[in-house]
Structure formats: structure tokens, C-alpha cells
């Protein structure tokens, strides 16, 4: 079985990056695709715009009519981590009680940077691997650096990998008397090394990270193997960039920023998403103007309203033009204003938009 197409959708905030990913998602399987829409937006704003509830366990979207599956993922900061490692822990009970307990991980689990991202990029892993999707769309944390998390996998992937990890167990071991002291030489430079860890952050976090990583130890195959997916996902031949915008100044340093960050992952974006592109009057705005004995003062509005959108859509052209200039290899979609309050119903509107994009959007299948 192939890996899924995967769309990585990555923007500042206010542009309406969830919303479009929400709509992709939603175009993607009305055309008949398994899709699988996930956001690690701590914001979690992707219920609202599904107009479901969705939480950390893969949710089925109900579709009225749709030729594929669509279904949601939005795992929970304070969650994930507990749910991530009862998957790792599932054959060692023991193990698990112990690190659930230990501080190291409570205190990774509650606050470092990062750490949401990882767990839950790979629980996507996992649900690719269980859900037979064909396509994964992430929408990312509304951040010039949300791009960076792409790499976590990877990097992770090598720690577990190398010698830190049987080292670390080693001290684990060392400190529970399971195994002898070494001797001579390297006597000396594990006691000192680990003399020096004491001085610098305390006993305590020396003993709780030998302890961690030694039970880390017993599930590494598995931590590795699905760290490495991950990272496949994220950065394989299978995966797409998608950067979204406004019209707006601090949007546009915002894309020019992420694809740069991109650039020196030996990446590019594929296309740039810009919402609020205004191309055309409201269709009620007309039918108002085409009306007899409409009021001078609905008349007013009507002008400023007009004014307004064209302001917006000349925006829009300026916006189009800079990026077409600045990265002309990336297609420049271009999606209306939506008027409504409701983000359900925008998402539907907007992936009826997006539906003649999706070529332009999706990873080019190898």
C-alpha cells in the first residue's frame, strides 16, 4: 500500500489557513478521495469549521453527498502525549506506569516546545498507517515557524537511533544497581560526565532522564519506526506545501518567510492560497442595483460596498503579482470573500472554489 498524498498547509494568522484546509479537505473527498484533515493548531479551530466535534481519535465527518470518506484529527496538547504513549507502552504496562510517574515526562508533556507537534505528527503516522487514506491535509500553528515541526521527526528519529538513547539506559541501569559499574577509563568519563549533568541541572532530572530513556529503551523499535513514517510523510516525494494569505502586507513577508524556511529544507511551496481575493460583486448587490426606485441612500451603500471590494480586489492583484514574481514556479489560487457567520457553511462554499484547484494543490503522485 502506497503512503497517502500528504498537502501541508502553513500560514500566518488571521488568513484563514484552517478554514482553507478544512475546505480542501472537504473538496478532496467530494471528488471521491479517503481524506484525513488534521490540525495541530493548539487554537483548535478546526470543530468550528468542520461544524462537528472533533477530538484526538480519528472522527468521521458526515458528508450529504460525497463520492469519498472524509475524516478529522485534531489532537489535544494536554491529551496526545498520554495517548501517544499508551500506543509506544501497549506490550510493557510496567514501563508505562513508571514513565507516567516520572517528572521528566510530566514536564514535557505540560510544557516544551514542540513536543505537541511531534506527538502528533506521529499519531498521523499511525492513522495513515491504520485509516487507508489516500490523502492527509495538516494544517499547521498560524506561526512563522510553524514549518520547522517537519523536521522534529527526523531529528528524533536519529536520537533514538544512536548510541544517546543506550547510554542514557545505561544510567538507568547504573542507578537501580542492575548492572556493574564500568571500569578503568571509561569509568571515569561516565562518572564525570554524569558528575558534571548533576552539578549543572540537579540529581533529580539526572536520575528521572536515565530513567526515562531507559524505558524509552525497551519501546525504541517501535518509537523509531514510526517516528521515521512521520518524517516520510512530511518531507517524501509524496507531500505538498500549500502557503495561504490576504491581502494584507504582513500576510505577504509571512509566505515570502515560510517559503524561504522551506528553501533550506530543499523545498518548495507548490501553491499560494490567497483568501478574501475578491474577483466579483456580490451577486445580491447587483440584483439591488438592477431594482427600480431603489432608495439614494441604499444607493450610497451599494457605491461604498463596491468601493470596498474593488479596494480589496485590486489588493488581491498587487498581493498575486508580487508572489507570482518572488515564486513563480508556485500556482497562485485565488478564493472570494464569503459572506457568512457560520464556518461551516464558508468551508462548504470555499471547497466548492477550491474544487477546480485541486490539480493545483495536489502533491504530483510517483
Known amino acids: ?88 507502552f501497549a506490550d510493557e504496562p510496567e514501563a508505562k506506569a513508571r514513565v507516567l510517574s516520572n517528572k521528566l515526562y510530566i514536564g514535557l508533556a505540560d510544557a516544551a516546545a514542540g513536543v505537541h507537534e511531534l506527538v502528533a505528527m506521529n499519531l498521523v503516522a499511525r492513522a495513515a498507517t491504520d ?20 523536521t522534529y521527526p527526523a531529528r528524533l528519529a536519529a536520537l533514538l537511533g544512536g548510541r544517546s538513547v543506550s547510554w542514557l539506559a545505561g544510567l538507568a541501569q547504573r542507578s537501580g544497581g542492575a548492572a556493574p559499574a564500568p571500569r578503568g577509563l571509561l569509568s571515569w568519563g561516565t562518572g564525570h560526565v554524569e558528575h558534571l549533568l548533576a552539578r549543572v541541572t540537579g540529581p533529580n532530572l539526572v536520575r528521572d532522564t536515565a530513567d526515562l530513556f531507559g524505558d524509552l529503551a525497551l519501546v525504541r523499535e517501535r518509537f523509531v519506526s514510526l517516528t521515521r513514517r512521520a518524517s516520510e510523510l512530511l518531507l517524501g516525494e509524496r507531500v505538498a506545501y500549500a502557503l495561504v494569505a490576504a491581502p494584507t502586507a504582513a500576510a505577504r513577508d509571512d509566505v515570502i518567510f515560510l517559503a524561504a524556511r522551506l528553501e533550506k529544507l530543499g523545498r518548495r511551496p507548490r501553491a499560494i492560497v490567497l483568501n478574501r481575493a475578491d474577483t466579483r460583486p456580490a451577486p445580491w448587490v447587483s440584483a439591488l442595483r438592477a431594482g427600480r426606485g431603489v432608495a439614494p441612500s441604499i444607493t450610497d451603500v451599494l457605491d461604498a460596498l463596491e468601493e470596498e471590494r474593488s479596494t480589496r480586489s485590486s489588493a488581491a492583484d498587487g498581493l498575486a503579482a508580487h508572489l507570482h ?15 457568512a457567520s457560520a464556518p461551516e457553511v464558508i468551508v462548504a462554499a470555499l471547497s466548492t472554489e477550491l474544487d477546480a484547484h485541486l490539480a493545483a494543490l495536489l502533491p504530483e503522485a510517483r
Open 325 to 339: 514574481a518572488k515564486l513563480p514556479w508556485a500556482s497562485i489560487v485565488r478564493l472570494p470573500y464569503v459572506e
Open 131 to 150: 485509516g487507508d487514506f489516500d490523502v492527509v491535509v495538516i494544517d499547521t500553528a498560524p506561526s512563522r515557524h510553524a514549518i520547522d515541526f517537519v
Open 1 to 88: 500500500m502506497k503512503d497517502p498524498l500528504v498537502i501541508v498547509c502553513a500560514g500566518g494568522g488571521g488568513v484563514g489557513k484552517t478554514t482553507t484546509s478544512a475546505a480542501l479537505a472537504l473538496a478532496l473527498a467530494a471528488r471521491g478521495h479517503q481524506t484525513l484533515i488534521v490540525t495541530i493548531d493548539p487554537a483548535r479551530r478546526l470543530a468550528g469549521a468542520m461544524g462537528v466535534p472533533v477530538t484526538d481519535e480519528v472522527t468521521l465527518v458526515p458528508l450529504a453527498a460525497a463520492k469519498g470518506r472524509l475524516s478529522a484529527l485534531m489532537p489535544d496538547p494536554r491529551r496526545s502525549m498520554r495517548a501517544f504513549i499508551d500506543y509506544l
